[in-house]
């Protein structure tokens, strides 16, 4: 056996050239710019549908408070985190799940906050109200269906959006829904 040898490979024939390196680049570069789009799109659509998810599955836990507490539980739009600000612009900001102990239909530091958490930074959420409220028999304390419009921030994306419902009986579910 020769002692100059590695591997089986003779010293002029280990590694690459230059040109196969070359190719191997040009090669990978045409696969980026052809998949990379389709990725971008894809993390817009879960980012939306995990904001949309989140947003059902806060409702969802006022409502099973409600119901197991014998109380009234309420979903809220927040400027900042701490209370609920009574405007339908902050849906997108912060959003507090709560117990409403004293049927005040608002959140004051007295009363167990269930969940606080913010918008994705790349998803918008608009709606008609200001809060959710849930009766102690599961209902919603509105008498028509509200709905919460999670759309994406990406203009390649923002006619994708999704709609979280509550219905008058407090059934939460979430919809596709195009907007132009």
Known sequence: MNSNSHSGCRRQQCGFTLIELMIV?????????????????ALARNQ???????LAGAMSNARSEAITRGTQAGVCASANGTSCSGSV????????????????SDFDNTEPLLKSFTAHNQVD????????????????T????????????????SSMCRRVSVGPSGNVSVTTITVS
């Open 25 to 41: 680049l040009v090669i990978s570069a045409v696969l980026m710019s052809t998949f990379a789009p389709n990725l971008r799109g």
């Open 48 to 54: 939306l549908m995990g904001q949309a998810h989140e």
């Open 89 to 104: 612009d902050d849906w997108g900001k912060f959003i507090l799940v709560f117990i409403d102990t004293d049927l005040g």
């Open 125 to 140: 959420q608009s709606a008609s109200v200001a809060a959710i409220f849930f009766t102690p028999s599961g209902f919603s």
């Open 142 to 157: 509105l008498n028509a269906t509200s709905n919460i419009d999670v759309c994406h921030t990406d203009s390649s994306e």
